[in-house]
């Protein structure tokens, strides 16, 4: 059977993710009602703000740094050097990150009264960056880290029903979450020295980091113009909004978000390491895979924006009073599903896994021209519309890459 091990990972993916994302689903929500929407807007904005340092801290290393070990995963010496170059890469990035979500906190004023949540979720960046999904997903080794990170939210995200009761536990949730990301970096790492996937050391001259991050850029700026319309939305609308709104547009973009990525990201992460090496072997049979992987995700996100679209009355009702009018909200975002995973799958895979330095850049290109249509719709959209003009604008953004994602993909 073709792909029988791609196929294996990615149902083994759809459980762990189920896993992975169910308990938040369920954390989520949770939180959302308990905290109400000013407390929830607090944990919103500084997640948003953190996970947007998590992108630098990535730099792209994902995709770049998988594809580079799954080329060299049967030569220790090599996959050695790249996993220490990596990490050094990354933990000069952690510093300019941390550096700058400090100025956040303490610089201004506007975001003063999200500092201590702000401060006590960096942790999750702290540990992102010392996180190895890179390197488990290029050696093909996707099914470990899946059950080390579904076992850390398991582990951890629990004790949210039982010590989290009330707007007042909202520092307390903040942390929660955050030791998450810890939990599975440490358990991540002990893997690695267990199994001796690569050796305990080798030297990483300053010239090889500086590369590193060289090849990484494209990728890191696509990813980063990405987070504008996703993350900085939220950034964004706290400075003009009070965080009662900012509660309720994170709430439902989250829901959302987290249902596509639930889907999305297992196929992403089993068929990436497979289409790389394809790229070199059988470009022919890749070009097909895809176009079956499109044909898949559509009939799957279809489905799941009809449920957001009629259900968003009841899922109004499910979160609150405090919700009560976001139903618009579901309703304007219900297709963002489908949007995501065919620009995902178009421009991941079809172009980042199967081309080479020009569609890298045609990739990257995408979502900076991307990211300058969502600064000109942001700078009109919230000040005048608030969170409705957010969800109009991320929807308009997202239509903008999948349709010319999907267009250079077949028109290479």
């Known amino acids: 059977m073709k792909y029988k091990r791609e196929l294996h990972d990615t149902l083994w993916l759809i459980a762990l993710q189920g896993l992975n994302y169910v308990m938040p689903l369920l954390v989520w929500p949770y939180l959302m009602v308990v905290l109400g929407a000013e407390k929830f807007g607090y944990i919103g904005f500084a997640t948003a703000v953190c996970q947007y340092l998590m992108i630098v801290v990535d730099f792209g290393f994902n995709f770049t740094a998988t594809k580079e070990v799954a080329l060299h995963k ?45 401060l006590i979720m960096s942790g999750m960046v702290i540990a992102h960056a010392f996180s190895f999904v890179w390197l488990f997903q290029g050696l ?50 002990l893997v690695i020295i267990r199994e001796k996937y690569v050796k305990s050391f080798t030297k990483v001259t300053l010239i ?9 850029f494209p990728v890191f700026l696509s990813q980063a113009s990405t987070t504008v319309y996703t993350m900085m939305f939220v950034v964004v609308l706290a400075y003009f909004v009070g965080a009662s709104d900012v509660g309720r547009y994170t709430a439902v973009e989250k829901l959302i978000r987290s249902v596509a990525y639930l889907f999305l990201v297992p196929i992403v992460q089993a068929f990436f390491p497979r289409l790389s ?127 010319v994602m999907m267009g250079i993909y077949f028109n290479r």
């Open 74 to 118: 049967n030569d220790k010496e090599a996959l050695t050097k790249i996993f220490w170059t990596t990490l050094y890469a990354k933990g000069f990035l952690l510093l300019i990150c941390m550096i700058l979500l400090l100025f956040l906190a303490f610089c201004v004023p506007a975001y003063e009264s999200y500092r201590y949540v702000l």
């Open 140 to 189: 093909g080794k996707i099914r470990l880290i899946s059950i080390v990170n579904a076992g850390s939210k398991l582990l951890i995200l629990p004790m949210t029903f039982v010590l989290v009761h009330g707007p007042s536990h909202f520092l307390l949730a903040a942390l929660l979450l955050s030791v998450v990301y810890i939990i599975a970096s440490l358990l991540g790492f």
């Open 208 to 216: 090889e980091v500086k590369q590193m991050l060289k090849n990484s």
């Open 277 to 403: 090496y394809m790229s070199i072997t059988n470009k022919s049979q890749a070009y097909k895979l895809i176009r079956g992987l499109l044909v898949l995700m559509t009939v799957i996100m279809l489905i799941v924006g009809c449920v957001f679209l009629f259900g968003a009355e009841y899922l109004c009702l499910f979160l609150g009073a405090d919700y009560k009018d976001s139903e618009n909200l579901f309703q304007i975002m219900s297709m963002l599903p489908l949007l995501m995973a065919l620009g995902g799958i178009a421009g991941q895979l079809g172009l980042l896994a199967l081309g080479d330095d020009r569609e890298k850049r045609y990739f990257r290109n995408v979502y900076v021209w991307a990211a300058l249509l969502a600064l000109v719709i942001m700078c009109i959209a919230i000040p005048l519309y608030g969170v409705l003009g957010t969800a109009v604008a991320v929807l308009i953004v997202e239509s903008f890459v999948c349709l």
